[in-house]
């Protein structure tokens, strides 16, 4: 049966509109591919920069380090492995404000950590911000006993806060870690003199002396 003038008209009308609207939700389709192949290349290269960035930092490249972990700490990456890494690069390549403030936020993030414990505490201690090493290198120091540089590090801050015997105490624990340690034997007898006490001092100086290769 033919099809009527009219008839033909109206199919190409119901063709056309439901042509359009195919094309509406294959156009759509297109642009939201299109959005996510944007969207999946700004998370692949977020990924590149943060496995770069944290190898480099590992390795001690800090100044390699640096510009891709901001990049990934600007896109919104704020989790305490960047925050750790992106902060250890700071404070060695010199900004160590910027860098106890990532510190911190990681610290904050998993107080439990004992990594990112110990290396904002040995930050603080090299940034000579010492009242705050002590409680966290204290804290490091009872989870991670056989753990030489919180222990050192910790008896540095402690002598200059005065703390003598306290330091002592710390840096004789590193001494029974490591007791060829020509510095820690110097360290104690620092602290022996500061507290008046010479003849307590001698010893570890000429100890020191022996093991730096001065003879005895």
């Known amino acids: 049966m033919p099809v009527k003038s009219s008839d033909a008209l109206a199919n190409i009308g119901l063709y056309a509109h439901q042509g359009a609207a195919v094309a509406k939700?294959?156009?759509?389709s297109l642009i939201d591919a299109f959005r996510s192949a944007f969207s999946i290349d700004a998370?692949?290269?977020?990924s590149y920069f943060r496995t770069k960035g944290v190898a480099h930092a590992k390795a001690g490249r800090y100044d390699a380090a640096l510009p891709l972990l901001e990049e990934v700490w600007t896109a919104g990456d704020h989790d305490a492995e960047v925050a750790l890494h992106l902060g250890i690069a700071y404070v060695r390549t010199g900004a160590v404000d910027k860098g106890?403030?990532?510190?911190?936020?990681?610290?904050?993030?998993?107080?439990?950590?004992?990594?990112v414990a110990t290396v904002l505490g040995l930050a603080y201690v090299q940034a000579q911000k010492y009242e705050l090493a002590v409680p966290i290198l204290a804290k490091v120091a009872e989870a991670n006993p056989t753990n030489f540089n919180v222990r050192f590090r910790l008896g540095i801050a402690l002598d200059n806060l005065g703390r003598f015997a306290h330091a002592i105490d710390s840096f004789q624990i590193a001494q029974g870690i490591r007791p060829?340690?020509?510095k820690v034997y110097r360290a104690i007898a620092y602290s022996y003199e500061q507290m008046g006490e010479h003849e307590q001092a001698i010893p570890y100086f000429k100890k020191a002396n022996e093991l730096d290769g001065g003879g005895a």
């Open 25 to 28: 939700k294959l156009g759509g």
């Open 43 to 46: 998370d692949i290269r977020r």
């Open 100 to 115: 106890l403030e990532l510190l911190e936020k990681a610290n904050a993030a998993d107080a439990g950590d004992t990594k």
């Open 180 to 182: 060829n340690e020509a």
